[in-house]
Antibody
Framework: EVQLVQSGAEVKKPGESLKISCKGS????????IGWVRQMPGKGLEWMGI????????RYSPSFQGQVTISADKSISTAYLQWSSLKASDTAMYYC????????????WGQGTLVTVSS | SSELTQDPAVSVALGQTVRITCQGD??????ASWYQQKPGQAPVLVIY???NRPSGIPDRFSGSSSGNTASLTITGAQAEDEADYYC????????????FGGGTKLTVL
């Protein structure tokens, strides 16, 4: 079974750093892109960026370029999303999803990681 | 353009047919994929490509496309279909970027 398992919920203060993870299993992790998607409370889905773990080729949405860093460690089949200095406006649910670029789809999705940034 | 536009809310009577639409320039070049999201859950892919359903998705879900508009049709809507639905496609910039529609809240009456 193809599965993406994300790290647990986080509560952070503004200005703190954070790295959340997404571990893939049941497929060749280096052969598919992994995307990250933000969902702010009560809002829709926003595509943040994508990484190809095979060679770490990474693309960012213009809206998120410079705001976050996407990385991957193919030796442990894990992708990451990190912030160097969190803001209250980063409070959201973050999903990772396997991307099948040729088909233009995200499937499956991780269960989501809730990030709360509050002083 | 890198935007996909959806109606915020749509309702359908139980057992009837409903169409949810998604408009955007990128849909002239790329197929839309459709995701169902129920409260407190991660999105689930329901339709992709010309009209493909992943394993486990009921055949009452179907997709179509014409010009700059993609549609998700639910034929014989069930109570469990009440959810938010999002369309998604590559954007038309030529880069490996994606864009989501704003989502449609489907209410089954």
């Amino acid at each position: 079974e193809v599965q993406l398992v994300q790290s647990g919920a986080e509560v952070k203060k503004p200005g703190e750093s954070l790295k959340i993870s997404c571990k893939g299993s049941g497929y060749s992790f280096t052969s598919y892109w992994i995307g990250w998607v933000r969902q702010m409370p009560g809002k829709g889905l926003e595509w943040m960026g994508i990484i190809y773990p095979g060679d770490s080729d990474t693309r960012y949405s213009p809206s998120f370029q410079g705001q976050v860093t996407i990385s991957a460690d193919k030796s442990i089949s894990t992708a990451y999303l990190q912030w160097s200095s969190l803001k209250a406006s980063d409070t959201a649910m973050y999903y990772c999803a396997r991307a099948i670029a040729a088909a233009g789809v995200f499937d499956p999705w991780g269960q989501g990681t809730l990030v709360t940034v509050s002083s | 353009s890198s935007e996909l536009t959806q109606d915020p809310a749509v309702s359908v009577a139980l057992g009837q047919t409903v169409r949810i639409t998604c408009q955007g320039d990128s849909l002239r070049s790329y197929y839309a994929s459709w995701y169902q999201q129920k409260p407190g859950q991660a999105p689930v892919l329901v339709i992709y490509g010309k009209n493909n359903r992943p394993s486990g998705i009921p055949d009452r879900f179907s997709g179509s496309s014409s010009g700059n508009t993609a549609s998700l049709t639910i034929t014989g809507a069930q109570a469990e279909d009440e959810a938010d639905y999002y369309c998604n496609s590559r954007d038309s910039s030529g880069n490996l970027n994606w864009v989501f529609g704003g989502g449609t809240k489907l209410t089954v009456l």
